[in-house]
């Protein structure tokens, strides 16, 4: 039986099935990819946490960057925010199902940072020796 979707894949679609990378596309990426977020969300991963429990495991992140941050994970959808119903109020930061599925894919570029790393500091030496040189 054919395939007869919108999805099919067919040799005269792969050129509009190939990824591009649009102005959505680079936003989000930017919002939920950059040092804060990826620190974040490598916290909530493990457990819920309290805002004062972030600064402490991400000691180099200053409250207004945690607050921004936060912010925009909670707007795409990636994290939650909860209030607690206890005497005082408290606020706890999840992350969401949605915010789970990024794992995979960022697990899957730190394997590849891992694997390259000593590739791209070699580039790097010989980037800036070529620089340093005046080439």
Same mark, same amino acid.
């Given at each position: 039986? &054919?395939?007869?979707?919108?999805?099919?894949?067919?040799?005269?679609? +792969?050129?509009?099935? +190939?990824?591009?990378?649009?102005?959505?596309?680079?936003?989000? !990426?930017?919002?939920?990819?950059?040092?804060?977020?990826?620190?974040? !969300?490598?916290?909530?991963? @493990? =457990?819920?946490?309290? *805002?004062?429990?972030? =600064?402490? $495991?991400?000691?180099?992140?200053?409250?207004?960057?945690?607050? /921004?941050?936060?912010?925009?994970?909670?707007?795409?959808?990636?994290?939650?925010?909860?209030?607690? %119903?206890?005497?005082?109020? /408290?606020? @706890?930061? &999840?992350?969401?199902?949605? %915010?789970?599925?990024? =794992?995979?894919?960022?697990? /899957?570029?730190?394997?590849? +940072?891992?694997?390259?790393?000593? $590739?791209? @500091?070699?580039?790097?030496?010989? *980037?800036?020796? $070529?620089? +340093? $040189?005046?080439?």
């Amino acid at each position: 039986m &054919r395939d007869t979707s919108p999805h099919a894949h067919t040799p005269a679609h +792969a050129a509009e099935d +190939a990824l591009r990378i649009d102005t959505p596309h680079r936003e989000l !990426l930017d919002q939920v990819l950059d040092k804060w977020s990826l620190s974040v !969300l490598n916290e909530l991963c @493990e =457990r819920p946490c309290r *805002f004062n429990e972030l =600064r402490r $495991a991400i000691p180099q992140v200053t409250q207004k960057s945690l607050t /921004a941050t936060l912010r925009r994970l909670e707007r795409n959808g990636v994290v939650e925010r909860c209030v607690t %119903g206890t005497r005082p109020v /408290a606020v @706890e930061y &999840r992350i969401t199902p949605l %915010g789970k599925t990024l =794992r995979a894919p960022v697990d /899957a570029l730190l394997e590849w +940072a891992d694997e390259y790393l000593p $590739a791209i @500091e070699w580039a790097r030496e010989q *980037f800036d020796d $070529a620089q +340093a $040189a005046g080439g």
